[in-house]
């Protein structure tokens, strides 16, 4: 198998032999994957149409998708330092919504 991978270019992994679900955050982009209503239940057609529903996936995880581990904010605001000011306008959005209904908190 290594030998085979070696010879298409593919680079191996350096983790622990034997484990196979060692890299938490691809085991949990996978799961995000799964459980979407778009996720195929059927093979592609095409090597394109893969591309294109791959391309498709990857603008979503990243652009749109909001992370509970970063805090609700997708991986694109968070790589261009937007993230702060979100949170710090989102922190202030939910103060006065507190002070003007108190008894909803």
């Not at 057609?45 to 904010?73: C, G, K, M, Q």
Request: hydrophobic residues 40%; proline residues 7%; glycine residues 2%.
């Amino acid at each position: 198998m290594l030998a085979t991978l070696q010879a298409l270019g593919v680079m191996t992994s350096l983790s622990r032999p034997g484990v196979s679900n060692d890299n938490p955050f691809s085991e949990s982009l996978f799961k995000t994957l799964k459980y979407r209503p778009a996720y195929l239940l059927q093979p592609f057609d095409t090597p394109f149409a893969a591309r294109t529903w791959v391309t498709e996936l990857v603008r979503w995880y990243n652009h749109e998708h909001r992370h509970s581990a970063i805090h609700f904010v997708t991986p694109a605001q968070r790589h261009a330092n937007l993230d702060q000011d979100i949170l710090v306008r989102r922190a202030a959005l939910y103060e006065s919504a507190r002070q003007r209904h108190p008894l909803r908190w």
